[in-house]
């Protein structure tokens, strides 16, 4: 789906995972779960293009519902897939998160499990090989990816902010849904490491220019960032 020239979405509010068009060629942010490998391909093929036109795959952290398909683009077509140096023992299966999840709503936790059974969520393979990235980088990726480091949710977690696409993807460091909840919204995210320091993080985006929001769950935000960065702090005040 496209969300606005140059920027695709792969998935659905319970997890997604983006593409950044250039003519250079695609960055991709994240890599969801293992079975929507058919979902790239039919979104590629709507776009007039291909796995070939992927330059490189970057993660937001190495979590299991972000890593997905990545080591099949990595193994299979040679696509280099980046990942914080902080998380890249996570994103390669060396070390397990074991972060309570919150409050759960019966029916939004059996939706989450449904998709992710239903998109082989327990068949994902962890990376055998990763390309280590760091708080502050520019990739050398179309649509030049910056870094920008949100410890918290994982040791790793980073925003990319794609300059092109006036759009910063902050994966788990924030969530406009609840997966266990179905509380929509900006608030922060479940399954958060430490959320103190994750809320801490959220300070590095407000001297970001960008106008849009792409979390990992849940839809699009469009507005100041700072205001962005209010309302989660509030949100988590009122738990």
């Known amino acids: 789906m496209q969300l606005t020239p140059g920027l695709h979405r792969v998935g659905s509010d319970i997890v997604a995972f983006h ?18 490998m058919p979902d790239l391909r039919a979104e590629l093929g709507a776009m007039g293009r291909s796995i070939s036109d992927i330059r490189g ?31 890249a023992a996570r994103a390669r299966g060396e070390v397990t998160a074991h972060a309570p999840g919150g409050p759960k709503r019966l029916g939004a936790v059996l939706g989450f499990a449904a998709y992710a059974l239903r998109k082989g969520g327990v068949k994902t393979k962890h990376l055998t090989a990763v390309v280590e990235m760091n708080d502050g980088e520019t990739l050398a990726l179309p649509g030049s990816p910056q870094i920008i480091g949100l410890p918290g949710h994982s040791p790793g977690s980073v925003a990319v902010f794609m300059p092109t696409v006036d759009t910063v993807f902050v994966g788990d460091a924030l969530t406009t849904r609840n997966v266990l909840t179905g509380v929509t ?12 320091e994750a809320l801490r993080s959220l300070d590095a985006l407000s001297s970001i220019g960008a106008h849009r929001i792409v979390p990992g769950h849940g839809p699009a935000w ?17 738990r």
């Open 222 to 238: 469009s507005g100041s960032i700072v205001d962005a960065v209010q309302q989660i702090r509030t949100a988590a005040a009122q």
């Open 57 to 87: 795959v970057v993660l937001t952290h190495g979590d299991s519902d972000h890593i997905g398909i990545a080591e099949r683009l990595r193994s299979d077509h040679g696509i280099p897939v980046y990942v914080h140096s902080a998380d």
């Open 185 to 196: 919204g900006l608030q922060p995210a479940p399954f958060t490491d430490d959320p103190a």
């Open 19 to 36: 593409l950044i068009e250039t003519p250079a060629g695609i960055t991709m942010i994240d890599a969801g779960l293992p079975g929507h």
